[in-house]
Antibody, heavy 117, light 107 residues
């Protein structure tokens, strides 16, 4: 069974840093392409970043230069390193698996990040 | 960036109705279009991929169509569990972009 479990969210002050994790099972992270998607309270979905099996990465303009996506193949875990966070980064962050050219097939339950002083 | 415009943004419907939601891309995206359903407080769920392919386990009353710039999600015979917000997503090019969502409410 495919499972994705995010962790690492919490309350953080503007300008701070936080690392989100997405532990996976039932598939191999390194063989799929993995994304982060976020949803601000009461708002729609916003794609954040993706990492391919070959380690190519892409980012939304809103996080480029501040967030870094990575993975640890030995732990089958995806990460999102968030730096210089802003209040507008407040959201539930979901990790999701894509495969075969088709994105966001399986999702985790999400982890809430609140950026506030 | 490719902009995705969904319509309507909200609608009221009754159980048994046929519901149609449209999504228009600001440029051609071939069939690189997916549809998602999200219920309040729940995780988004993919319904349709490649514009018209039904995700395994999704009821056949859901269908998708379109190519290029114009796409449609149709729900035949709306069921109580279908009241939710629906999003389209283009994955033709990065950054991936979602439509703003369509909330389907009970009439």
């Amino acid at each position: 069974e495919v499972q994705l479990v995010e962790s690492g969210g919490g309350l953080i002050q503007p300008g701070g840093s936080l690392r989100l994790s997405c532990a996976t099972s039932g598939f191999t992270v390194s063989s799929n392409y993995m994304s982060w998607v976020r949803q601000a309270p009461g708002k729609g979905l916003e794609w954040v970043s993706v990492i391919y099996s070959g380690s190519s990465t892409y980012y939304a303009d809103s996080v480029k230069g501040r967030f870094t996506i990575s993975r640890d193949n030995s732990k089958n875990t995806l990460y999102l390193q968030m730096t210089s966070v802003r209040p507008e980064d407040t959201a539930v962050y979901y990790c999701a698996r894509g495969r075969g050219g088709s994105p966001l097939e399986n999702w985790g339950q999400g982890t809430l990040v609140i950026v506030s002083s | 960036d490719i902009q995705m415009t969904q319509s309507p943004s909200a609608m009221s419907a009754s159980v048994g109705d046929r519901v149609t939601i449209t999504c228009r891309a600001s440029q051609g995206i071939s069939n690189y279009l997916a549809w998602f359903q999200q219920k309040p407080g729940k995780v988004p769920k993919r319904l349709i991929y490649a514009a018209s392919s039904l995700q395994s386990g999704v009821p056949s009353r859901f269908s998708g169509s379109g190519s290029g710039t114009d796409f449609t999600l149709t729900i035949n015979s709306l069921q109580p569990e279908d009241f939710a917000t629906y999003y389209c997503l283009q994955h033709d090019s990065y950054p991936l972009t979602f439509g703003q969502g369509t909330k389907v409410e009970i009439e």
